[in-house]
């Protein structure tokens, strides 16, 4: 009967769905750009969906914020595989390769915010007609993390450049991130569909299978990501769109597809309290392991380890941009809630940005986005305990391994 159960046609679809993008991949199979790009975004959105399950099994003897951040680091892997390929050309002297790893780090981050945090909860609210999302207690960890990692990353135009310290500081706090959220306690998820089938296993094979769907959906990400950029930008280059935008936005979108539609699965089902938690660990490691990989990979291209990344001004403005977005982000979290009209205030702040090459707009939004939060940490005594609470969870020590009083985890908790 379990074998049986195992034979779900979406998960065969699921774990099937790789395979002509794969082919193509190895040369197997030889189709048009167009639909060479296509079977790629399929293969990812299989890989996608083959995560999403395994990381709701991998409750079942993880914490749940353990398991979101392992999958948040699985789903991000596209964007690393393109990000430090571009680092990895810089180091070998490559100009322009150094501004477009720059620009796709700062595109991936922004996008995350201000598409998938916002989508998450919009939807959410459309399909329940609840007002706001609330995240559980323990995610203070991911709040007060990613605080520390942004006011860091505020250093870094100050500097003008990408070095090993932002590799020691970012890579230490990803670490300690990892373990603190390793501590937290194990609790039973409720598990539907594939995941249910999954589940039902003895634990042995459960252990093994999920494992094997984490190792699968990992290798087909690594596979086909950076492919399926190049083939995006490939298909760009025919309408004259610039190298730049392409790099920025259209790969990451691609990059950021399987977060964005666990995220997005795990929301229409209702579980949105996952589905933006995975968002928000993704934008962690992200923000702190990405960025600081990129000069470790510049250098041991043959830059060096005492040279850095430098940057011109370009590359200070977005990174100042998406740094202030980032502090908004956290200000709007600091509560463990995200209302409707904060969301509807992030996507329209992220959609306002295109369309402007001038750096003066760019740095307005950018004080727009710090003018926002400093209102909301100014006169939102709320927002400032909680955010005094978060930092406790980075600093205090074994505070990550006791859970304290908050919604029962695994469910999404909203208020009339």
Known sequence: MQRQSLLRPSLILAVASPLPGLAVRFDLLHVPLVLETTLYGVAILGAAFVLSWAAEVAQLDISQTLAIAVLALIAVLPEYAVDLFLAFRAGQGDEEARHLAVANMTGANRLLIGIGWAAVVLIFAMKTGRRRVELRTEQRTDVGFLLVATLWAFTIPLRRELSVLDLGVLGTMFVFYIVRAAREEVEEPDLIGAAAAIGALPRRARRVTTLVLFLISAAVILTV??????????????????????IQWVAPLASEAPEMIIAILFTLRLKAQAGLGTLISSKVNQWTLLVGTLPLVFSLAGAGLD???????????????????????V??????????????????????????EDSTIRYVFAFVYLGLAVFMFV??????????????????????????????????????
């Open 225 to 246: 990501a950076e492919a399926f950029a190049e083939g995006l930008q490939e298909i760009g280059d025919e309408f004259g769109i610039s190298k730049f935008l392409l």
């Open 307 to 329: 040279t850095p990344m430098e940057m011109d001004g370009r590359q200070v403005e977005e990174v100042f941009l998406t740094a202030a977005q980032s502090l908004f982000a």
């Open 379 to 416: 006169f939102n005594k709320g927002v400032r305990l909680n955010l005094v609470r978060s930092l406790a969870y980075v600093f205090t020590p074994n505070r990550g391994a006791r859970r304290p009083p908050g919604p029962p985890r695994g469910r999404t908790i909203e208020p009339g």
């Open 331 to 356: 200000a709007v979290i600091a509560n463990l809630t995200v209302a409707r009209w904060e969301a509807v205030v992030l996507l329209v702040l992220f959609l306002g940005q295109f369309g402007f």
